[in-house]
């Protein structure tokens, strides 16, 4: 399962970022962006397990890693209330930039996968693996979307259908995809 970061500040003015501790800091969430990554954490703490179509509970959880470049820790603060609710740590050591090497991890591990990457990069990621219709992979995640999952489900050949699932976890979200 693929989404990008939850709620992020305004590029001028309000809402501001805060980090976890409630301080001002314009490369995290922003308040909305917490309560998502919240919503989120009960969200795959009561999903299934395997077998489940599109969104289960996860054995692993993935997080983009900020670099000198792009200093965000917003895919990480996304992450983190889920990876914590499910006593799991957020595998960060994966820059938006290393998508071959995050794709080459997520599919030597059989573990089913929360992955939260950069969003102008995750249909890059995406085509990185076996997929049973390449084109099915849109090509940009959707700028004022932070509410979809996009799945990953192996056919039983190998290859990975794909499937875009609304979160609708928060007033405003969308019901459909």
Avoid: C, N
Avoid at 92 to 119: I, M, N, P, T, Y
């Amino acid at each position: 399962m693929f989404i990008r970061h939850a709620e992020k500040p305004a590029d001028h003015g309000t809402p501001r970022g805060v980090d976890r501790h409630g301080q001002e800091d314009a490369h995290s969430l922003s308040v909305q962006g917490w309560t998502r990554a919240g919503a989120l954490a009960a969200l795959f703490d009561h999903a299934q397990a395997r077998g489940s179509a599109g969104v289960v509970r996860p054995g692993r959880v993935m997080a983009t890693q900020p670099t000198p470049g792009y200093r965000s820790t917003r895919e990480r603060d996304t992450a983190a209330p889920t990876a914590a609710r499910l006593g799991l740590e957020v595998d960060d050591r994966f820059s938006h930039q290393q998508g071959d090497e995050a794709a080459a991890a997520l599919l030597a591990d059989d573990a089913d996968a929360l992955v939260v990457w950069h969003h102008g990069s995750l249909p890059g990621l995406l085509a990185r693996f076996p997929l049973a219709d390449p084109s099915a992979i849109p090509a940009s995640w959707p700028d004022d979307r932070f509410d979809l999952i996009w799945s990953l489900t192996d056919d039983g050949s190998g290859r990975y259908a794909f499937t875009v699932i609304p979160q609708d976890l928060m007033a405003g979200d969308s019901p459909t995809a």
